[in-house]
């Protein structure tokens, strides 16, 4: 399965910065999905992007994917308090639905 | 998206014990996944649990360890054998929605085990 893998960081910003977080890939994917983890709860689904998609928007987040680099970014725009958490890129393959996911970034938004 | 409801959320137990962990959704869905996160790490895929079949295990993963029932399209349970220390992580299920290929995978809220 493909391998997602995020640059390790361990963000730390002031609340109303903008926060960019990369993730890389080996292998060739059908889509990539970003996740925010709070304090070892849940994963809550952000956005899903297409392999033949090369950005996508939702609210303050924006997505990128260059497939020639086999790379993703996430950026949130205007960060609050409330976005402190880990936050995870993970890999679909074709065919299935079986994801791979990244290691991770953690952000910590300050006050 | 789907409502994912996991059963416990939390357990501590003894070495060599067994714990089963339920995953109810609340509409019908195809595709059911089991992951394990251990300790400050990313999440790792146990296997896909398959309706009326048995599970598809990833490497380094087997049934007589992590059995999995499906009995139906809303429901799903993993069962942690004979449990050690090395066993303690969050298990979280998630569904894959739509009918596509590009299908979102939504998670559950995940049960966080302790093995003493």
């Known amino acids: 399965s493909q391998q997602g893998e995020e640059d390790p960081q361990a963000l730390s910003i002031q609340e109303g910065e903008n926060a960019t977080m990369n993730c890389s890939y080996k292998t060739s994917i059908n889509n990539l999905q970003w996740y925010r983890q709070n304090s070892g709860r849940g994963l809550v689904h952000l956005i899903l992007?297409?392999?033949?998609?090369r950005e996508k928007h939702s609210g303050r987040l924006r997505v990128t994917l260059d497939t020639s680099k086999k790379s993703s970014s996430l950026l949130i725009t205007a960060s609050r308090a409330a976005d402190t958490a880990s936050y995870f890129c993970?890999?679909?393959?074709?065919?299935?639905?079986?994801?791979?996911f990244g290691k991770g970034n953690q952000v910590v938004v300050i006050p | 998206s789907a409502v994912i409801s996991q059963k416990p959320s939390r357990d501590i137990c003894q070495r060599g014990t067994s714990l089963t962990i339920q995953c109810q959704v609340d509409?019908?869905?195809?595709?059911m996944f089991w992951y394990r996160q251990q300790p400050g790490q990313s999440l790792t895929l146990i296997a896909t649990a398959n309706q009326g079949s048995e599970a598809t295990y990833e490497s380094g993963f087997v049934i007589d360890k992590f059995p999995i029932s499906r009995p139906n399209l809303t429901f799903s349970t993993l069962t942690v054998s004979n449990m050690s220390p090395e066993d303690s992580s969050i298990y979280l299920c998630?569904?894959?929605?739509?009918?596509?290929?590009?299908?979102?995978?939504?998670f559950g809220p995940g049960t966080r085990l302790t093995v003493l």
């Open positions: 509409s019908q869905v195809t595709m």
């Open positions: 992007i297409r392999s033949n998609e």
């Open positions: 993970a890999t679909g393959g074709y065919g299935n639905n079986r994801l791979a």
């Open positions: 998630s569904v894959a929605t739509g009918g596509s290929s590009y299908n979102e995978q939504f």
